[in-house]
C-alpha cells in the first residue's frame, strides 16, 4: 500500500484547490493546510470545487476506464494496455489497474477532507449540507467504481493525514454498498435540484437518485447472478428511476448526436457528466484522441486506440441508421480535413460518439479539448427503470414498453435529407424531421415475456450506451461476460484482428480486476481476488 500512502499524504501536506474554470470565475487558492483554509464560506466552496477535479483523473473517468475489452470494445492490437485488449493482464498492470487503485484512493481522501473540515465551517447551514452532499456523492461515485472493478476493497470514511493504520484489510463489497447508499440518500435530502443549481456539473438530487437506482439494479443483478434474490433492490431501483423520470427536470434530446457534440454541452439529459474545458488551462479532455474518427489529430481525427468490434455495428436494426452510424462507423478523416465514406470493409470500426470532426473551433488542440464524459444521462433512467420493472414484475408491463419506446421515437428524429452523408457532415443548424419508418414501437407482440424483454433491454443498452464505459460493468453483473466474448468467435463471419486470442483469454475470474500487486507488497493486510 506504499504508492496508497504517498498519495494520501499529498493531500496532508498540500491541498490542491485548482477548480475547473466552468465552476468558478476566480481560481481556487492552493498550497494551504486544511487547518488553515477552512475558515470561511469561500473557503469551503473552493475546497468541494477542487474535490470535482479527482474526477477528471486518467484512473477515474479520465482516460482508462473505456480500455477494458468487451463484445463492443477493443484496444487497437498495437496498443492493449499491458494485456487490457486481450485479457491477459496481471496485478502488475501499470497502463490501466493501477491507476484505477491509486487515482480513486487518491480522490475518496480529498473528497474526505472536505467531508470532514466543512461541517466545522461558520456559514449557512443549508449551503454547508450541500456541500457535504456533493463531496458524498463524489465518495460514492468513487467507491462504487472500485467496489464493482475490485470486490472487497479498504473503505475510508475520514481523511487520512498520516502514515498510521493505513495498513488496513480490505472490507466486505456489502458494507462498502451500504455506505455508498448512505451516501447518497444524503445527497437526495440535501442536493440542489437541477433547476436550481447555476454551474454545471455540480451533483444535483437527480443525480443522486440515478446513482442509486443504478446501484440497486448493479447490486440486484449481482445477486440474481449469484442465485439470490435481488427483488428487493429492482424495486429500489425502480423507485429511484420512476422519482428521476416524474421530476420533469430531463428529457432526451430530440437528436441522438447532438447529446454528444460539444456545441451542445449542458443540456438536459445530462445528469452528470465530467466537465473538461480547453483553451490551456489544464483542463481539457482527452476522449475524442482515444475515441473518433480514424484521422490526422490536427483535423479532427483520432489515433484510434479504441476500436468498435465488427459485432457491435450488427447489432443495430436495418432503419437504426442515426445511432448505428453515429456510434459505430469506418469513416476516416481525409489529410486534408475532408471526410472519407467509402473505406474498405477490412478497416477497423470506430466509436464515433466524440468525434471532433468537423473542427469548427479556430483555436482547436487536439490535447486540449472541450468533450464532456457522460457519467449518468435520462436515456440510461429510461433503459433502468425498463430493466427493474422487468425484473419486478417477472415480464414487461406498458410501461415499460412506454420508456424504451421514448428511446426508438428519438432515433427516428434525422437531420437534413436523413441520409448517412448528410448525418457524418453534422450540418449545423439542425433541420430536424420525423422518418416514422424508423424503429417502429414495439409492443408485447414483440417481447411478450420476461427473457424476450431481458434479452431486448441487453441489446438495447448497447446500442444505446455503447461507447460509454457501461458495458463491462453490464456483462458482470449480469453473469455473462465469458459467454458474450466468446460468442464473438462463433459470429458469421467471426469476429476478425486477432478476436480469437481475446476471446480464448477471458475467463470467470474477470469480473474482478486484480488488486495491484505494488499494493499487496506494502500492505500485508490486503488479500488478492482469485484468479491472479
Given amino acids: 500500500m506504499k504508492n496508497l500512502k504517498n498519495y494520501l499524504l499529498i493531500f496532508a501536506s498540500m491541498v490542491f484547490f485548482a477548480g475547473c474554470e466552468e465552476f468558478l470565475e476566480e481560481e481556487p487558492k492552493s498550497q494551504l493546510s486544511p487547518e488553515n483554509y477552512y475558515r470561511t464560506a469561500d473557503q469551503a466552496e473552493a475546497a468541494v470545487v477542487g474535490a470535482y477535479n479527482a474526477l477528471q483523473r486518467n484512473g477515474v473517468y479520465g482516460n482508462t476506464q473505456y480500455f477494458i475489452t468487451t463484445d463492443l470494445v477493443r484496444t487497437a492490437n498495437w496498443n492493449t494496455q499491458g494485456g487490457i485488449g486481450t485479457y491477459t ?13 491509486r487515482d480513486h484512493f487518491q480522490g475518496i481522501n480529498e473528497v474526505n477532507a472536505a467531508i470532514t473540515h466543512v461541517p466545522n465551517v461558520n456559514m449557512d447551514e443549508d449551503r454547508r449540507n450541500t456541500l457535504v452532499a456533493e463531496s458524498r456523492f463524489l465518495r460514492a461515485m468513487m467507491y462504487f467504481n472500485l467496489v464493482r472493478y475490485f470486490g472487497d476493497v479498504p473503505y475510508f470514511d475520514t481523511e487520512t493525514n498520516s502514515l498510521e493504520n493505513l495498513e488496513v484489510p480490505r472490507d466486505p463489497a456489502s458494507m462498502v454498498y451500504e455506505r455508498i447508499i448512505g451516501d447518497l440518500e444524503f445527497g437526495v435530502e440535501h442536493l440542489d435540484t437541477n433547476s436550481e443549481i447555476t454551474q454545471p456539473g455540480r451533483a444535483t438530487v437527480g443525480a443522486a437518485k440515478t446513482a442509486l437506482a443504478k446501484v440497486y439494479l448493479t447490486r440486484g443483478s449481482m445477486a440474481e447472478r449469484d442465485g439470490g434474490d435481488g427483488s ?78 465488427d459485432y457491435f455495428n450488427t447489432i443495430y436494426e436495418p432503419t437504426d441508421l442515426v445511432r448505428q452510424e453515429w456510434t459505430t462507423n469506418q469513416t476516416r478523416v481525409n489529410g486534408n480535413g475532408t471526410l472519407n465514406l467509402n473505406r474498405p470493409w477490412w478497416e477497423p470500426w470506430k466509436i464515433g460518439k466524440y468525434r471532433r470532426w468537423p473542427v469548427r473551433n479556430e483555436n482547436y488542440q487536439f490535447r486540449d479539448a472541450d468533450h464532456n464524459w457522460p457519467v449518468f444521462r435520462y436515456a440510461e433512467v429510461l433503459l433502468i427503470y425498463a430493466e427493474a420493472l422487468n425484473e419486478v414484475n417477472n415480464g414487461p408491463t406498458a410501461e415499460v414498453f412506454d420508456v424504451l419506446n421514448q428511446l426508438r421515437a428519438r432515433a427516428r428524429n434525422v437531420n437534413g435529407d436523413g441520409t448517412r452523408e448528410y448525418l457524418h457532415n453534422d450540418v449545423l443548424p439542425r433541420n430536424l424531421t420525423t422518418d416514422s419508418s424508423i424503429l417502429p414501437d414495439i409492443s408485447s407482440v414483440d417481447y411478450p415475456d420476461y427473457t424476450s424483454m431481458k434479452n431486448y433491454i441487453m441489446y438495447e443498452r448497447a446500442r444505446e450506451l455503447g461507447g460509454e464505459a457501461k458495458r463491462w460493468f453490464d456483462l458482470v453483473r449480469w453473469g455473462n461476460l465469458v459467454e458474450r466474448i466468446k460468442y464473438l468467435t462463433t459470429t458469421s463471419p467471426p469476429e476478425s484482428r486477432g478476436w480469437n486470442i481475446t476471446a480464448d483469454n477471458v475467463a470467470e475470474h474477470h469480473k474482478l480486476l486484480p488488486i495491484p500487486n505494488t499494493e499487496l507488497q506494502a500492505n500485508p493486510n490486503l488479500t488478492q481476488n482469485p484468479g491472479y
Fill in 89 to 101: 493482464f496481471s496485478a502488475d498492470n501499470v497502463q490501466v489497474i493501477l491507476g484505477l487503485w
Fill in 232 to 309: 428487493a433492490d429492482f424495486q429500489l431501483a425502480a423507485k429511484y428511476a420512476k422519482e428521476v423520470i416524474d421530476s420533469g427536470e430531463y428529457q432526451l434530446e430530440p437528436y441522438f448526436p447532438d447529446v454528444f457534440i460539444v456545441e451542445n454541452k449542458g443540456h438536459n439529459e445530462m445528469i452528470f457528466d465530467i466537465q473538461f474545458k480547453g483553451g490551456g488551462i489544464n483542463e481539457g479532455s482527452w476522449i475524442g484522441a482515444h475515441m473518433g474518427l480514424q484521422g490526422p489529430p490536427d483535423k479532427g481525427g483520432s489515433w484510434g486506440n479504441i476500436h468498435a468490434t
